[in-house]
């Protein structure tokens, strides 16, 4: 039996006052594998690939590279905390924990929000890949719209297969997490395999050295800022893929010994994709034929890989991609049903007894799986007659996510400036030690900077249309207005009280350093 054992674990759980009551089953790999699963490479890289070429060029590459670097800053401090508070619906619960009850639940609200959008945005990528490998799922239009967005019927086409994809990945959810983490190993595992593969048969396939990447194609040419404002639109693409590794950390209470697999499977999960996407991204300009070629920024690496190995093997690399746009989609519902199941339980939702109930045998929380499947849907249908809402919905989740990291890694730095983080009662789970203050300093610059960069209102990413241009500010603003309307309405004068059928047992001190006593004022 590992160090902590489940007994261990539902002893140190109740230290914070809650029962076990989801099913601690789960590895060291499956952690790792939720936080992979969610970055996922192939599922952002083949969905927006195109657009970044198009905006950037080949150094779309050192975007990459620095996003890389910030959102590790990010995952550091997320390490330390998964360390501390091994918890469902983590960035809820850190938040909690180093800012207080009123960002926790902007934080957790902002993050459900934001999850319902990205399972949407990631499921119509189904389009960029499938119609690629077989006409059969173009169940709309034709073989001119495979593999796109930009026309009426591959739009349409994409919020069917999305659709499709959420039913699925709910269904599976709703099995419980035995099931939902062998399927998710799994696709990991093909995505892994596959994704290495396609590195090492793309260096067979080189027309250029990797100085291409310095070749901007003269894309800064009418642009207000010149290459630069090029690059930083380009950018958008690293910056949606690299996130959602604090998935990692969400299925705590379902993994064993959790104070030591959830810190290193946060960080290792973000290197891994991080050194392949890297990988993959340079060999991918350098394979490409002509670096002009208008169709890399119409249909993304799919094209590329097809172009280079052929349309047998690179079909087999689309089926892959596909296989992990649908881990990808899994991996997100699953961390939104987790955090709407522990905010339930505070009594921090409305119907939080049933939300946060959990079914006997299986041990998953049925009604967030439901809710978070029927929400989606009705996203996915409110766009099906309109191809410039992808973008929109990718932009404005990217935007939702960095704003719940900066309501974390803010509040975490101004502790640190105060002296009161890490706490005396730390011990010796994972640390920065003498470089925390640096580390949690250049996360919450970096989180800023990007999503005020993602959000400004640029017709190259959200359409010229004034609604769209303006749809991130539209749509986090009101979501924060109603939010705090919400919270300051219901909760503000009703302190943080777990609901009696997930309390712990009373002879668990809740005093404990591990406990509620450590929450920030």
């Not at 926790?104 to 990528?125: E, K, L, P, R």
């Not at 093909?190 to 994704?195: F, H, K, P, R, T």
Request: proline share 4%.
């Amino acid at each position: 039996m590992a160090v902590g054992s489940t007994g261990n674990d539902s002893g140190e759980l109740a230290g914070f006052g809650y029962k076990q009551e989801l099913d601690r089953s789960l590895g060291n790999f499956s952690s790792f594998a939720a936080g992979f699963s969610y970055i996922s490479i192939l599922t952002g890289m083949f969905e927006l690939f195109g657009f970044g070429y198009a905006q950037a060029g080949p150094p779309l590459w050192w975007t990459w590279i620095i996003v890389l670097g910030g959102q590790m800053l990010v995952a550091l401090c997320f390490a330390e905390l998964a360390g501390q508070y091994p918890l469902a619906g983590s960035v809820y619960q850190w938040s909690k924990r180093v800012a207080g009850d009123f960002a926790s639940w902007m934080t957790g609200w902002i993050y459900i929000v934001g999850s319902f959008v990205t399972v949407a945005a990631v499921a119509v990528a189904w389009q960029v890949v499938l119609p690629q490998v077989s006409t059969k799922f173009e169940f709309v239009g034709s073989a001119a719209d495979a593999g796109t967005y930009s026309t009426a019927n591959g739009a349409k086409n994409a919020i069917i297969l999305g659709a499709i994809l959420v039913v699925f990945a709910t269904i599976i959810n709703m099995l419980g997490v035995k099931i939902m983490a062998r399927v998710n190993n799994f696709g990991v595992l093909a995505e892994l395999i596959g994704s290495t593969i396609l590195v090492i048969l793309l260096l067979f396939h080189i027309h250029r050295g990797p100085q291409v990447i310095v070749h901007n194609l003269g894309l800064g040419q009418g642009h207000p800022w010149g290459y630069f404002g090029a690059f930083i639109v380009g950018g958008i693409m690293s910056a949606y893929v690299m996130y959602g590794f604090d998935t990692a950390g969400t299925l705590a209470e379902e993994t064993n010994d959790p104070r030591r697999a959830a810190p290193p499977a946060i960080w290792r999960a973000l290197i891994a994709a991080g050194i392949i996407g890297g990988a993959l991204l340079l060999l991918a300009m350098m394979d490409v034929r002509t670096v002009t070629d208008k169709n890399i920024g119409l249909l993304g690496l799919p094209y590329i890989v097809k172009q280079a190995l052929g349309n047998t093997v690179g079909n087999v690399f689309l089926i892959d991609s596909a296989l992990a746009i649908t881990v990808c989609t899994l991996a997100i519902e699953t961390a939104c049903i987790r955090l709407l199941f522990a905010m339930a339980r505070d009594g921090r939702l409305p119907f939080g007894d049933s939300i946060a109930r959990v079914s006997g045998r299986r041990k998953v929380p049925i009604v967030p799986a439901l809710v978070t499947g029927i929400i989606t849907l009705g996203l996915l249908s409110l766009n099906i007659a309109n191809q410039s809402a992808f973008l929109t919905l990718t932009s404005v989740a990217i935007v939702m996510f960095y704003l719940c990291y900066l309501g974390i890694t803010g509040p975490m730095l101004l502790r640190r400036l105060r002296g009161t983080w890490p706490t005396p009662e730390h011990g010796n789970y994972f640390s920065l030690g003498r470089f925390g203050t640096a580390v949690n300093l250049g996360a919450v610059l970096y989180g800023a900077v990007v999503a005020f960069n993602i959000a400004w209102p640029r017709a190259a990413v959200y359409g010229t249309a004034w609604y769209f241009k303006w749809g991130a500010y539209e749509f986090v603003g009101a979501t924060i207005v109603l939010g705090a309307i919400w919270y300051f309405a219901v909760y503000a004068k009703k302190p943080i009280e777990v609901i009696e059928a997930h309390r712990a047992d009373p002879q668990f001190d809740l005093r404990t350093p591990a406990g509620l006593g450590e929450m920030a004022p």
